[in-house]
């Protein structure tokens, strides 16, 4: 049997003889909490007793089942296990006999579940038992027959399968998956340039610290650089564990990858530093290919991390462009309500403002123009009256061929918003002079219409929505333009009642509006 193997099955031998007595040490700790709570102190001594005992066979476990004792050749497991058999009878006679006495007297504890923990105690002890007679009749050297063997509980066979599956380490493995830049501290030099050598060889690139204060120093200078840090806890100036507690507590350096290597492999320093935020923690000596397999996994995960930023960042950017593309074509509210899953959305507002632009004999000019000349001068129109309609917070509905249709008081301010929309049509009026002036090819007139109701807005379509506007006040403000006259902002007598204050008009002859007849209506002057 090759040594991974003989190694494999002792690890598997010794886990299988430790999982009972886990237990007897666990529910026994629990026990002595649980008298303590409810007074009954008269029962301690005896349950830590069985406790001590759990404690003596784990020490036996840890010295019979080592390497060191496998690696001589006179040894085998089988061997250990017939040693271990010897060693357990004294403190397993000491758990079944302090368990049975514990059973008698449990009649008068009122402790939950006293009994049933005292019986798993003893049932735990049975099963050490026979998890060591597996093992003895374990034959390790028969390969051929692993399988077939009969072997009780955590079936020493099964480590076979596992072997079979498991690929060996190679020459290819000792060169890491993923190479980056590393923060080695430690307040001995010798072992910072150790790791330096070591590490700078395996293809990363290495800065060493020699306490916590010049590792924060250095961090600061080069914080976009490290991928992981490899961290001393006993260091004069500033402890590992200090440096970790201020990392991990400062939002510039809490998603950076820290493996604690320490000769400290106490609980309380492992629990403590892993609670902290350490991604993993090795104790000295260390096993260099672990160390390995584990800076790189950090590292993976920190460019991992680096990449997924950059990607949220991307998507942050594009979900501006969206929102803000949503807004250029919808309303502000309208648009939150799309995004939070509305499907049918109308609404009806009093009082609302509505203007119609028209250019004057666009189409017969048009014809003499090119496909690209006509749109580049459309473009420079409509774009200067969106400009307009974002200074003076009117809402553009939307362009019909060569007509600008946009509306105020969506928001309830009928007034003002009125007002906002005489003021941007006189400056539509004052922009079409202008850009006259620039346009060489056409001779662009203005014509202007608005008026002021009610109306029903909404959402309709379904692949490419669009937002619009209906009711008898939008066709009313298209009268209002198509018998407007160019260069003029014509208004119905709902538009000069609400704004007489502000402006000045000019009231022409009744014209006549199909399906109304004639009626009055006005020029801002």
Not at 90 to 100: A, M, V
Not at 323 to 348: C, F, M
Request: with cysteine.
């Amino acid at each position: 049997m090759d040594k991974r193997t003989q190694n494999a099955f002792l690890g598997k031998a010794r886990h299988n003889l430790k999982n009972p007595v886990n237990a007897i040490l666990g529910y026994s700790e629990m026990l002595i909490e649980d008298c303590e709570d409810e007074g009954f102190i008269s029962l301690i001594p005896d349950i830590k007793k069985l406790n001590q005992a759990g404690n003596d066979i784990l020490s036996s476990i840890e010295e019979i089942f080592s390497d060191k004792a496998l690696a001589d050749s006179e040894n085998s497991i089988s061997r250990m296990a017939k040693e271990m058999e010897i060693a357990l009878r004294t403190p397993l006679n000491t758990i079944i006999g302090y368990s049975e006495l514990l059973i008698e007297e449990s009649d008068s504890v009122t402790i939950d579940n006293f009994k049933t923990d005292i019986n798993k105690i003893t049932q735990s002890g049975r099963l050490l038992e026979e998890e060591l007679k597996s093992i003895i009749s374990f034959d390790s050297k028969n390969i051929k027959k692993i399988r077939d063997q009969n072997l009780n509980h955590g079936n020493l066979s099964m480590v076979q399968d596992v072997l079979d599956s498991i690929i060996p380490l190679d020459q290819k493995d000792k060169k890491p998956k993923e190479t980056g830049t590393i923060l080695v501290v430690d307040d001995n030099k010798n072992n910072t340039d150790l790791l330096d050598k070591r590490l700078t060889k395996k293809g990363h690139k290495v800065f060493t610290a020699n306490n916590g204060k010049d590792a924060l120093l250095q961090l600061s200078m080069d914080r976009n650089q490290i991928d992981v840090i490899l961290l001393d806890i006993v260091m004069p100036e500033m402890n590992g564990f200090e440096v970790l507690k201020y990392l991990k507590n400062d939002k510039r350096y809490f998603e950076m990858p820290v493996i604690m290597i320490s000769s400290m492999d106490d609980t309380d320093s492992i629990y403590r530093c892993i609670e902290n935020g350490a991604d993993d923690y090795i104790t000295k000596p260390f096993d260099k290919s672990i160390l390995d397999a584990r800076i790189s996994s950090c590292i993976e995960k920190k460019h991992l991390r680096d990449k997924e930023k950059v990607l949220m960042k991307k998507l942050a950017e594009e979900q501006e462009k969206s929102e803000n593309l949503l807004l250029n074509i919808l309303p502000e509210d309208i648009a939150y309500r799309l995004k939070s899953g509305e499907t049918n959305i109308a609404t009806k507002h009093k009082g609302v403002s509505i203007l119609f632009a028209d250019i004057v004999d666009f189409t017969p000019q048009s014809k003499k123009l090119k496909p690209n000349e006509l749109v580049v001068i459309l473009n420079k129109i409509f774009s200067c009256f969106d400009d307009l309609s974002s200074k003076f917070k009117i809402e553009k509905i939307k362009t019909i061929g060569d007509s600008y249709f946009a509306v105020g008081g969506l928001n309830n301010e009928s007034l003002k918003s009125s007002k906002n929309l005489i003021e941007m049509a006189k400056e539509m009026i004052t922009e079409i002079d202008v850009l006259n002036n620039e346009i060489e090819k056409m001779d662009i007139q203005l014509r202007i219409g608005i008026h002021c109701g009610d109306v029903v807005t909404g959402v309709i379509g379904k692949h490419k929505f669009a937002y619009d506007l209906w009711g008898s006040a939008v066709n009313m403000a298209s009268r209002m333009e198509s018998t407007s006259l160019p260069g003029e902002i014509q208004v119905s007598e709902e538009v000069k009642s609400l704004v007489a204050d502000s402006f000045k008009f000019q009231k022409r002859e009744k014209i006549k509006i199909k399906g109304l007849g004639y009626i009055s209506t006005y020029f801002i002057k």
